[in-house]
Every structure is written in structure tokens, then in C-alpha cells.
């Protein structure tokens, strides 16, 4: 977006006369314009510092002979809105971001980007903005906050949730309860554990969109404000050397992130966010292509709350140049990197000083992802089911069918379900237009009945964790006409986790027949 880039054409003298208002001056016309697409707000804590790290990402860009413009999108906090995003917002604020952001590259022509996302919904709007646009970017994250301290421990956020559930039944003071709340955040960032958030954080780098060591590098150091000068100066020198995003984010790129995700125990947040950036690319990574390299990669990190390690234990063990390093023999190390460099010399000095906490590839944390593709004639396309609780291997039961979150609410409030039943949860997928939101509080329900270890869930949206056994994302879903759209209250369903298989007790032409029944009333309703 060169002030200068056409001759008198008198459309263009108003344009460089409008631009001058702002106190642009004639030689800064010719210089590359390099868009600060900033999520700062006030009101969430990975956000709140970003003004700061945008200010030094401008001073990057002009060093480097850029002109900086920095413009807002939003940011969503899972932490403050609960169950408001989860249940009813949850993955539409991606695309609003990623549209919003396209319009204000493509209306004012920017030349390069730097991007400032934090929080879990943030950085896969941002990265599908960049994929679409395909000019110059670098991505600089938000970073963890540092944890709060108590009882000589660290404290985050979600150890908050525990330690109020455990002093019920017994005398924890209310002052205590109160101390707990204020220090378990004791500043901006975010929360400090292998969250949605800093897996994408993680994963961002693992794609070589940030500058090493920036994922796990303090929310408020003096580090991240040198990695957002470095940022800054990186967006003009990618310019100049002409290297776009379709050049970083190749499909060897998203495979080796995909290895890295399943190596610090965050494979999950892969499943969902990095199809849709790849997608923008015409890169297809189906269940066959997580399942695979599950397979084959070990899990090497223990981080909370599935292990006793923070992200800053992650970044002081040698953060993910380290684990990547760990990796080595199975990635594509000709993968480029914002650097400039490729992953082999990224990665080549990287250095695990605390062996704890990034384990070597023989002993590791798990031999292979946690993450299970089922596939069968309910979900010919597969099904995921991550965390499998132990003696859960095997189950066979009654279906019980909703058409959306809320029914099945109320059938177990209602105390309609019983040990045994099967629930099925159907028309919550990407294509339901309910925005793939989590259905939260069915585990909660099911927890306070009881039930939560002896009635197995089963959708084609997304699940929380609820400490039974929970099969989500079934393919194809049933907006799109799949399997599970077939089911009947009272169908036999059979689940065999160790021979990779879900089935509905239906024949193939029983299930043809009851979709082509489906559609057929369908149609004539409208």
C-alpha cells in the first residue's frame, strides 16, 4: 500500500493528501506499510499487555525502514465468559476475526503484517486471516503470565477450581479462599498450563509463524519485548526477501505442528483449529493424518493440569525449539521458518536444560498420542476420543437420542437416563450452524447423578473432559447427512476402543433407507 504506487491520478492525490493528515510524510510514501493487527483490551488478562508489545513491534518495523498502522480486533476470554462463549459463541468469533481482518489488509492494501492474538480463539482467527491473505507475517503471541505461590507451590487459575473443591465438607476459611483468588493470577498473560490457549500459542510457533522461543516466553519480560522488536524487523525483511505465509504453512509445516502437539499432550486443539488454517490453503489434514502421526510420536511433556509442569518450566527446559530438537528425526527440517531460516537451523543450538521436563524420546511421558480415531458404520469418516478413562474399553448399550444439547439437559435433570444408556448428541457439528460450540454442562449434570463413569456420550460436536467416556466429533455429522443421523432410541450401540471401532447395530441399507426417509420429510417440510 505505497502511497506512491501510481502516477497523478487525481483519485490518488486525495488518497496521499488523506494519508498526509495522519502525519505521513512524503518519503515514508515509498516505504513498505505494515499492518500491527493488534487484540489488545482491557478486560482479558492475555490480552492487557499487548499495547505495550505493539508499541515495540512498531519501533521493529520502523528500524527495519517500514511504516507501522496498528489496527484492534477483538479477544475472547473462556476463563471470564465460562459458559456464555462455550455453549453459545464458542468457535464464531474465529471467522469474525479472520473476516475482519481481511477486509481492513484488503480495503487499505497492506504490504506485511505483524499479528498480536493471545487467547485460544484469537490465534486461529489470526492464522486463517494469514493464510488467506498471503502476504508477509509474523505472529507475535501473547505469552503466560506468571504463576502466583502458595504453600510453597505454584498456583494458577485452574488450580483455584480444585482447591475450592476440595474445601467443601471441611473448614477452609473464607479469607484463605479469598488470598487463593487474588494471587493465583498475579498479572497480565495467560494462564500458565497447557491450556486451549498456549497450545495454540505453542502450536503457532511449531508452524513457523513466530520467531523462536516466543510461545512460552513471558507475557511481561524483558524477553517478549525484545522478541516484539525482533517480530517488527522480521515483517520488512520477509518482504524483501519475498517470503509469504504459503511458503511457511506448507502441509510439511502443519505435519510436523502435529507432532509437536501430540509431544506436549495437546493434541486436541490440533484436531480442531489446524484443519481450518489449513483449509485456507486447499491443505486437507483428515483423521487418517492426526491418527498416523499419533501413532508414531511420543508424548514428552507432563504439563498442567495433566502433569506437575508449568509453561514457564516448558520455556525454561529449553521451550519449543527444545522439543522440536527432541523430534528432529521424525519432522521435515527444510520446513521455513519467519526467521528466514529453515527448522533445521532453527533448531540446530537448541538445548533441553532441565531434562524433567522435556523428556527424551525413550522415556517418555506416553509411547504414543492419547487421542483415538474410532471408525465404523456410526462414524465412517472417524470419531475422536481423547483421555479414556481405565476399564473402558469395551461397552455396548441402548441409544438414547437428542437433537441438540438442551434436550439432552433436561433428560437428565429429568432422571431419564439410567447406568447403561448410550446418549447420543446430534446436530452440534461445524455444519449445524451452532458454531461448534462445547457442550458444556452435560458433563456436570451427569457428574452430580452419578453417572458421569456409566453412560458414554456421543456426538458429532465437542465434548468437555467429564471423567467417562466421551466420544466427539463424529464424521460425517448429521447437518451433513451422516450415520448418526440415522440413530433411534433404542438402536445397539457397540464401542471397542482397542480394535478402533464404533457401530451402530443397523445394516447399510437400514441406514440408507432411514437417511432417505429423514431427508425426504425433510424436504417435504419445506
Same mark, same amino acid.
Given at each position: 500500500?505505497?502511497?506512491?504506487? $501510481? ?12 494519508? *498526509?493528515? /495522519? ?27 499487548l499495547q505495550k508489545l505493539a508499541e515495540k513491534v512498531k519501533d521493529g518495523i520502523r528500524s527495519a525502514g517500514g511504516v507501522p498502522f496498528e489496527f484492534n480486533t477483538i479477544a475472547i476470554c473462556d476463563g471470564l465468559a465460562g459458559d456464555r462463549v462455550k455453549t453459545k459463541h464458542s468457535f464464531s468469533p474465529c471467522d469474525l476475526i479472520a473476516d475482519s481482518i481481511e477486509v481492513m489488509i484488503k480495503t487499505y492494501r497492506f504490504d506485511a503484517m505483524v499479528m498480536l492474538p493471545s487467547c485460544s480463539v484469537s490465534i486461529p482467527g489470526h492464522l486463517m486471516a494469514a493464510a488467506r491473505l498471503n502476504i508477509p507475517t ?30 467443601? #465438607? ?28 498456549? =497450545? ?75 484443519? =481450518? ?16 502421526? #499419533? ?54 543450538? =537448541? ?22 480415531? /474410532? ?29 441438540? /444439547? ?17 446418549? $447420543?448428541?446430534?446436530? +452440534? ?11 458444556? #454442562? ?41 450415520? %448418526? ?8 450401540? +457397540?464401542?471397542? %476402543? ?11 441399507? +437400514?441406514?440408507? #433407507? ?8 425433510? *424436504?417435504?417440510?419445506?
Amino acid at each position: 500500500m505505497r502511497g506512491d504506487d $501510481v502516477g497523478r491520478d487525481p483519485k490518488q492525490s486525495v488518497r496521499r493528501a488523506l494519508l *498526509h493528515s /495522519l502525519g505521513i510524510t512524503r518519503d515514508e510514501l515509498s516505504k513498505p506499510f505494515v499492518a500491527v493487527v493488534n487484540s489488545f483490551t482491557e478486560i482479558v488478562p492475555g490480552h492487557a499487555h499487548l499495547q505495550k508489545l505493539a508499541e515495540k513491534v512498531k519501533d521493529g518495523i520502523r528500524s527495519a525502514g517500514g511504516v507501522p498502522f496498528e489496527f484492534n480486533t477483538i479477544a475472547i476470554c473462556d476463563g471470564l465468559a465460562g459458559d456464555r462463549v462455550k455453549t453459545k459463541h464458542s468457535f464464531s468469533p474465529c471467522d469474525l476475526i479472520a473476516d475482519s481482518i481481511e477486509v481492513m489488509i484488503k480495503t487499505y492494501r497492506f504490504d506485511a503484517m505483524v499479528m498480536l492474538p493471545s487467547c485460544s480463539v484469537s490465534i486461529p482467527g489470526h492464522l486463517m486471516a494469514a493464510a488467506r491473505l498471503n502476504i508477509p507475517t509474523v505472529v507475535l503471541t501473547g505469552g503466560p503470565m506468571q504463576p502466583g505461590r502458595w504453600r510453597e507451590k505454584p498456583l494458577t487459575a485452574i488450580d483455584v477450581d480444585k482447591i475450592v473443591e476440595r474445601a467443601k #465438607g471441611r473448614r477452609l476459611r473464607e479469607l484463605e479462599l479469598s488470598k487463593v483468588e487474588e494471587i493465583a493470577c498475579p498479572g497480565a498473560g495467560s494462564c500458565p498450563v497447557m491450556n486451549p490457549t498456549n =497450545a495454540m500459542m505453542c502450536l503457532t510457533e511449531a508452524l513457523g509463524m513466530s520467531l523462536p522461543r516466543c510461545a512460552t516466553t513471558p507475557a511481561q519480560s524483558a524477553e517478549k519485548l525484545r522478541l516484539a522488536k525482533k517480530s517488527g524487523f522480521r515483517s520488512v525483511r520477509l518482504l524483501r526477501q519475498g517470503i509469504k505465509t504459503s511458503k511457511i504453512m506448507t502441509r510439511e509445516a502443519f505435519e510436523n505442528t502435529i507432532r509437536v502437539a501430540v509431544s506436549l499432550g495437546c493434541e486436541f486443539e490440533a484436531f480442531l483449529h489446524l484443519p =481450518a488454517i489449513a483449509e485456507e490453503f486447499g491443505i486437507d489434514l483428515d483423521a487418517s493424518t492426526f491418527e498416523r502421526i #499419533g501413532e508414531e510420536t511420543p508424548q514428552l511433556c507432563a504439563l498442567k493440569p495433566n502433569g506437575p509442569h508449568t509453561i514457564l518450566d516448558l520455556h525454561n527446559g529449553g521451550g519449543i525449539p527444545a522439543v522440536m530438537k527432541r523430534l528432529e528425526n521424525s519432522l521435515n527440517l527444510q520446513a521455513l521458518t519467519v526467521s528466514g531460516k529453515t527448522l533445521k537451523e532453527t533448531i540446530a543450538k =537448541a538445548e533441553t536444560p532441565d531434562p524433567n521436563v522435556i523428556l527424551p524420546p525413550s522415556k517418555p511421558v506416553r509411547p504414543k498420542s492419547a487421542l483415538v480415531i /474410532l471408525r465404523g458404520n456410526l462414524a465412517p469418516g472417524g470419531a475422536v476420543i481423547r483421555d479414556i478413562p481405565p476399564k473402558t474399553d469395551k461397552c455396548r448399550g441402548p441409544a438414547k437420542v437428542f437433537e441438540n /444439547l438442551e434436550e439432552a439437559m433436561r433428560a437428565v435433570d429429568a432422571d431419564e437416563i439410567e447406568a447403561g444408556d448410550i446418549m $447420543v448428541i446430534r446436530y +452440534e457439528g461445524q455444519r449445524s450452524g451452532k458454531w461448534m460450540r462445547e457442550l458444556t #454442562g452435560i458433563a456436570r449434570l451427569l457428574r452430580e447423578k452419578k453417572l458421569e463413569k456409566f453412560v458414554p456420550l456421543i456426538t458429532d460436536g465437542r465434548l468437555p473432559s467429564q471423567g467417562g467416556l466421551s466420544i466427539e466429533l463424529v464424521r460425517p455429522e448429521a447437518a451433513e447427512g451422516g450415520p %448418526i443421523a440415522a440413530i433411534e432410541n433404542g438402536d445397539e450401540i +457397540e464401542i471397542n %476402543i482397542p480394535e478402533r471401532r464404533i457401530e451402530v447395530s443397523l445394516t447399510e441399507r +437400514e441406514i440408507k #433407507g432411514r437417511l432417505k426417509k429423514l431427508f425426504f420429510s425433510k *424436504h417435504k417440510k419445506t
